[in-house]
Nanobody, 125 residues
Framework: QVQLVESGGGLVQAGSSLRLSCAAS????????MGWFRQAPGKEREFVAAISRGGGSTLYADSVKGRFTISRDNAKNTVFLQMNSLKPGDGALYYC??????????????????WGQGTQVTVSS
């Protein structure tokens, strides 16, 4: 079965860092682009970052550009999100997702076929 399992979330103070991981199984990881989304209570699920199948291209939401870095290790079937200089507004449930799109990176939820259950990130001020 297809499975995406996020980990690495927690409670941190503003200005600190976290690294999220997403372990994939049940599909050919290297054939899928990967993305991170987040959803705060009462808010829409929003795009955070995306990375191409081979890791050569990345895309970021303006709100996290320069602070977050998405990467992947295809040998380990894992995608990461390094989050630095965290702000209270970064607090959310963070999801990783997989897309079959091959010619472009996607920011939109419906273009991702597989989703994890999320990992909680809380940032105190």
């Amino acid at each position: 079965q297809v499975q995406l399992v996020e980990s690495g979330g927690g409670l941190v103070q503003a200005g600190s860092s976290l690294r999220l991981s997403c372990a994939a199984s049940g599909f050919t990881f290297s054939s899928f682009g990967m993305g991170w989304f987040r959803q705060a209570p009462g808010k829409e699920r929003e795009f955070v970052a995306a990375i191409s199948r081979g890791g050569g291209s990345t895309l970021y939401a303006d709100s996290v550009k320069g602070r977050f870095t998405i990467s992947r290790d295809n040998a380990k079937n894992t995608v990461f999100l390094q989050m630095n200089s965290l702000k209270p507004g970064d607090g959310a449930l963070y999801y990783c997702a997989a897309t079959v799109l091959a010619y472009r990176l996607s920011k939109v939820r419906y273009e991702y076929a597989y989703w994890g259950q999320g990992t909680q990130v809380t940032v105190s001020s």
